[in-house]
């Protein structure tokens, strides 16, 4: 799930005009940077490389807002390499997906009594989220392709726009800021059941959990829904002890 924070290494206004820094420059222009840089940057902004590789497990619990005030609690928990698995209740009635390396599968508990394997299609942005440390770490071992699509504003912020194909085909554009060199976004655009959908998330409130930063609220829209999903982290907790049947196909039925 990659998965929101607020660390901001701003540099003072009042100090750039100060400065003997070209008009540009002055005006918050982002130094030219290569994509390896930017990318780089990013890695390290967020705890570096080997802080992340040396992470093998992550478990992470908040609440999801459904509207009206209501929230649901959510417990995400990762394993390297390609484990996911995601609990959530509502109203007292549980459900989890999950996905093992080679399986995805969900339970709901008010709608299906047994467990279902889920299509590539049911299952992409569970797949996704197996990768917790995010396409950009490593992304030519991931057989990822990067390319600088530009810069833009995002709430008065200049941010680069670093446009990432995954290996499996899928583009998404990903927004980082020009001076923390955090992820402050991200943006896809999806078939799903025969029509197109755009997917907008937002990240923030970056907080420290061991060596690294995490967002702790993330916020997403997908185009075909009535309201953004917000998901509000309390606790993330690093090299959990999670084995491995926790994310296999509950064989037995239960879901648990």
Do not use: C
Not at 86 to 92: C, D, K, S, T
Not at 119 to 142: C, H, M, N, T, W
């Amino acid at each position: 799930m990659q998965r929101a924070h607020t660390v901001i290494l701003a540099l003072v206004v009042s100090m750039l005009a100060a400065t003997d820094a070209p008009a540009d420059e002055a005006a918050g222009q982002a130094p030219p940077l290569t994509i390896d840089e930017i990318i780089a940057n990013n890695v390290e902004a967020r705890g570096g490389l080997e802080a992340w590789r040396a992470v093998n497990t992550v478990r992470m619990k908040g609440t999801m807002e459904l509207g009206n005030g209501a929230t649901a609690p959510l417990t995400l928990e990762f394993k390297r390499p390609s484990k996911v698995r995601v609990e959530f209740e509502v109203e007292g009635r549980k459900g989890s997906q999950a996905y093992d390396g080679e399986t995805a599968w969900a339970v709901v508990s008010f709608a299906e009594q047994e467990p279902i394997r889920l299509s590539p299609e049911q299952s992409q942005d569970l797949v996704q989220q197996a990768d917790f440390e995010g396409p950009l770490i490593g992304y030519r071992e991931k057989g990822n392709a990067v390319r600088l699509a530009g810069t833009a504003e995002v709430d008065g912020r200049k941010v680069y726009e670093v446009e990432v194909e995954r290996s499996g085909g899928e583009t998404t554009i990903h927004q980082i800021d020009a001076e923390t060199f955090l992820e402050v976004g991200h943006a896809i655009q999806r078939s799903f059941q025969g029509q197109e959908i755009e997917i907008s998330v937002r990240l923030g409130d970056y907080r420290k959990v061991g060596k690294l930063l995490i967002p702790f609220r993330v916020e997403q829209a997908v185009s075909i829904a009535p309201a953004p999903q917000v998901i509000q982290l309390e606790s993330v907790e690093l090299d959990a002890e999670l084995p491995d049947e926790r994310f296999a196909f509950p064989e037995d039925g239960s879901g648990e």
